[in-house]
């Protein structure tokens, strides 16, 4: 695994590939070196084996990030019913995190269930208070609902928690012109450009 990383670090992908099915030929539990292996066939567009890998995955145990990214396949694939059970049954099995009660308020609102993902959004916060990005995709939820006032408070929160997650600054700064606080708003874009340049945070 160490030598996987030290061929990851100096772009020697090909070489990593092999040392991950070599580490999985020897510990075939190893659930963080077929994940890391799923990413690299993921550069390489061979997005079947990525796809059997993280369900091989699951086979041997729960990884939060093997789940994350197989719930983001069987989305993008319309298979809306098999990620929402798998983020179900990742719920249960992490308590104490945020993120699959987050993409999962995030499913159900696609499905127009507003009052499950405001429980789910809810759900996440109570497992982890100190999740940012919890904080700020339910401010994002709550402003698209016009709730500009709890959607601030929120926001600010994720900025305290994550305060060089620029992105994050870009919602903040939408929600404050949804809020007709346009001087603020300027201020999280120029905190955003000022951590990470772009275009879209110029326009704004």
Known sequence: MEQAFKHLENGQWTEARRTFQSELIVHPKNLEARYNLALLLKRADHHNQELELYKKNMTYGWHLPTVVNLTTIYRANGETSQ???????????????????????????????IDSANSWYEHALRADPLNGFAHIRYARFLAERNRSELALKHANKAIRLQPECWSCLNILGDIQIRSKKENLALESYQKSLAIEPSSKTRQR
């Open 83 to 113: 990620a929402r059970e798998l983020l179900k049954k990742a719920v249960k099995r992490f308590k104490n995190e945020a993120t699959p009660a987050y993409l999962l308020a995030d499913l159900v609102e696609m499905t127009g269930d």
